[in-house]
């Protein structure tokens, strides 16, 4: 990405793990004309304010709730996003989170790494088998749709959330489905969408999939629907308040936890570099940028 920039721009490259301070970024982002933000950026409007000769906000990953995308049109600046080159590799580690949680991986290694295995035992660490079961899809979008495919090959029949002929009302969704998992962008309207009385509905052996946006969740609903056994288990991948993790999660066994892992896999990250590279390099040259939000 860096190369491609540098090529044709000056660029101001923030080297480290961790993302600027929200100062950090008010002070840089001043006389530049891209910006290149990761989602873990928070572009709010007070940024944006700062960024007076700013022309594209070019954001690396799919979600853009870290950016202010109102206050940015408002000052005729364009944002964009990295669909689709991404979708595979959610899709994939949604399945592995799936999988893992249902056949208690994380449980097995745990076991092992404490030095408390004792061999192999008739009845220990039982899972369940997915063939003949319903994966609840809520949110039918690129990735929602990548997951429902999968689910041919281990013989799971989809039910999912939309607004076409076959979706499924999200309450008979929540109370039919053995898996749920989500798909939702994070807006007003999805936060807390899986609050309390959403767990109250779902199956007593339901599992709970969240590779969306951690605050989709109720956090403190799940770990009283965990602790309870309202649910069977839960495999997330985001959390409300990222990077800390709900202590009561962390307690609790029936809960597989990775670390905002969906879209990392080499050619995936390689690809989302090069898509906002490109959205940055066409607007920045007067051209439509490839994928706008
Ligand atoms: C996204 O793209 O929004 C993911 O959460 C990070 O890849």
Redesign the pocket.
């Known amino acids: 990405m860096t190369a491609r920039l540098e090529a044709v721009c000056d660029v101001d490259r923030h080297e480290g793990i961790a993302p600027l301070t929200h100062a950090e970024l008010i002070t840089r982002i001043q006389g530049k004309h891209a910006l290149i933000a990761m ?1 873990t950026d928070r572009v709010d409007r007070a940024v944006i304010e700062a960024g007076r000769d700013l022309r594209v906000i070019a954001n690396v ?3 853009f709730n870290n950016i202010d995308v109102a206050a940015a049109r408002e000052r005729g600046i364009v944002v964009t996003n ?1 669909p689709d080159v ?1 979708t595979g590799a959610t899709a994939d580690l949604t399945w592995a989170l799936i999988l893992g949680i249902t056949r208690r991986i994380g449980e097995g290694e745990r076991l092992i790494r404490r030095g408390e295995w004792k061999g192999w035992a008739f009845d220990q660490l039982l899972g369940m088998e997915l063939r003949g079961r319903q994966l609840g899809i809520v949110g039918f979008g690129r990735i929602g749709r990548a997951v429902a495919e999968r689910a041919v090959a281990f013989g799971m029949t989809v039910a999912h959330t939309g607004r076409d002929a076959d979706a499924m009302p999200l309450d008979r969704l929540l109370s039919t489905s053995d898996v749920v998992s989500l798909h939702v962008p994070l807006r007003d309207d999805t936060r807390h969408l899986i609050d309390q009385p959403a767990f109250a509905r779902m199956k007593r052996s339901a599992y709970l999939i969240n590779t969306s946006r951690g605050p989709v969740v109720d956090e403190a609903a799940l770990v009283w629907a965990l602790k309870n056994r309202i649910i069977a288990g839960a495999a997330l991948d985001v959390y409300e308040q990222e990077p800390q993790v709900h202590e009561g999660l962390l307690a609790l066994d029936n809960v597989l936890l990775a670390p ?1 892992l ?2 990392a896999t080499i050619e995936t990250r390689t690809a989302m570099a090069d898509l906002a590279a490109r959205n940055a390099l066409a607007v920045l040259a007067g051209e439509s940028p490839l994928t706008p939000v």
Do not use: Q
Request: glycine share 34%; no cysteine.
């Open positions: 989602i990953g799919v979600g990295t991404l905002h969906g879209s």
